[in-house]
């Protein structure tokens, strides 16, 4: 079945580490995202990717970084610059037609 | 900042219909209405999307006003596992931009 994977789906992680998750489709879709949400929140946007190779900060990259070296693949890093990682992190794909397909998402703990 | 405001919250009996609203003023000529739910811990998933006339799918009714500057979804026999946050975005369907996802609307349906 297509759709989107992220993993892990929980994630520990001990302060002043980098830590990367995974976000994988296999829809074909050129444009993905990365979202960050926050207990009670909506969703705000990290970064966004439209074609391999080439991506766009959103409007909370600081202390994030990404890579689209694949179609397929969208890493998002966390890095030890991000004061506060702990959150649900959601990826998703855009089909041309406009609805964005989102993976189950993967929970950062900073311990 | 997101180009829609919706109801923080909503209640709704079960079995009921669910309208719920949302305010796109500064809506463009070509830039489509979608609706996403998310429901508690798991990514969003989504709805139905429409331009300018009323859409129907298996899940819900969208109707948009003539002028474009607001829509409602319906939830037309609401049940308990339709409890979710419900958002609504504009965006032009071609464009592989930014997508911006505002606090949404909590439904809650009630037995």
């Known amino acids: 079945d297509g759709g989107i994977t992220q993993s892990p789906k929980y994630l520990f992680r001990k302060e002043g580490q980098n830590v990367t998750l995974s976000c994988e489709q296999n829809l074909n879709h050129d444009a993905m995202y990365w979202y960050r949400q926050d207990p009670g929140q909506g969703l705000r946007l990290i970064y966004y990717s439209q074609i391999v190779n080439d991506f766009q900060k959103g409007d909370i990259a600081e202390g994030y970084s990404v890579s689209r070296e694949k179609k397929e693949s969208f890493p998002l890093t966390v890095t030890s610059a991000q004061k506060n990682p702990t959150a649900f992190y959601l990826c998703a794909s855009n089909r041309n037609t406009g609805e964005l397909f989102f993976g189950e998402g993967s929970r950062l703990t900073v311990l | 900042d997101a180009k829609t405001t919706q109801p923080p919250s909503m209640d709704c009996a079960e079995g009921r219909a669910a309208n719920l609203p949302c305010n796109h003023s500064t809506i463009s000529g070509n830039e489509y209405v979608y609706w996403y739910r998310q429901i508690h811990s798991q990514g969003p998933q989504y709805i139905i999307h429409?331009?300018?006339n009323n859409e129907t799918n298996e899940m819900a009714s969208l109707i948009i006003t003539e002028d474009r500057k607001s829509s409602t979804l319906i939830l037309p026999h609401a049940t308990l596992r339709d409890t979710a946050v419900y958002y609504c975005?504009?965006?032009?369907?071609?464009?592989?931009?930014?997508?911006?996802f505002g606090p949404g609307t909590s439904l809650s349906v009630i037995p």
């Open positions: 429409g331009l300018k």
């Open positions: 975005i504009v965006r032009v369907v071609t464009s592989y931009d930014k997508v911006i």
